[in-house]
């Protein structure tokens, strides 16, 4: 079965700041992985997916992610963070045959000193 | 283009009173995913459908829990009895789908209380 890690349940950056969210996946092939951010009171917006190809993605509000098969991760990262980053990030990991449903991790929750 | 839209957006109901929730996806997506959200459990998946067929309700939590699609374009999330525990917010999110997992795009979500 496929899991999600995310070791990481509170961060607190400063603005300007660079940020790394990290994420483990379990899951017997390539997996199709995904970055949510939750702001408050809000659903989940998708940041940017990983597919196949190029390792490095990049995403919406400046966001990247790397795939990196060797550690089974698949990290946020964003070179310099501002205030309205502040929410929940979410990683999740979905099947590549049969099974539409994604798995999500436990999510991190961001603070943003001003 | 309307993104997932769930009603209501907030819910005050008394225990043991029927709750029910709404969704209607995104025009064109044939899957379907109700999530409840709570500081204990997180992000837990209910059910989801596939082409208004029912495919994994292994995680609702007990008979009193109950979700229908009778079309393509609503979908029902139904609590009866509803009991304190079942505060929550509840998703609704909708993808396309092929046999292999896609993007989900949620809906706003329902703030469900419970009294």
């Known amino acids: 079965a496929q899991s999600v890690t995310q070791p990481d349940i509170h961060i607190t950056v400063s603005e300007g700041a660079s940020l790394e969210l990290r994420c483990n996946y379990s899951?017997?092939?390539?997996?199709?992985l995904f970055w949510y951010v939750q702001s408050p009171g809000q659903g989940l917006q998708l940041l940017l997916k990983?597919?196949?190809?190029?390792?490095l993605v990049q995403g919406i509000k400046g966001f990247e992610a790397e795939f990196k098969r060797s550690q089974s991760s698949f990290n946020l990262r964003k070179p310099s963070v501002h205030w309205s980053d502040a929410a929940e990030y979410f990683c999740?990991?979905?099947?590549?045959?049969?099974?539409?449903?994604?798995?999500f991790g436990t999510g991190t929750q961001l603070k943003v000193e001003l | 283009d309307a993104g997932v839209i769930q009603s209501p957006r907030h819910e005050v109901t008394e225990m043991g009173q029927e709750v029910t929730l709404r969704c209607k996806p995104i025009s064109g997506h044939n899957s379907l995913f109700w999530y409840r959200q709570t500081m204990m459990r997180g992000l837990e998946l209910l059910i989801y459908f596939n082409n208004n067929v029912p495919i994994d309700d292994s995680g609702m939590p007990e008979d009193r829990f109950s979700a229908k699609m009778p079309n393509a374009s609503f979908s029902t999330l139904k609590i009866q009895p509803s009991e304190p525990r079942d505060s929550a917010v509840y998703f609704c999110a909708s993808s396309l789908t092929s046999g292999r997992s896609n993007e989900q795009f949620f809906g706003p979500g329902t703030r469900l209380t419970v009294l």
């Open positions: 899951y017997g092939a390539t997996p199709y």
């Open positions: 990983y597919f196949s190809g190029d390792t």
């Open positions: 999740a990991v979905g099947s590549t045959g049969g099974g539409n449903k994604l798995t």
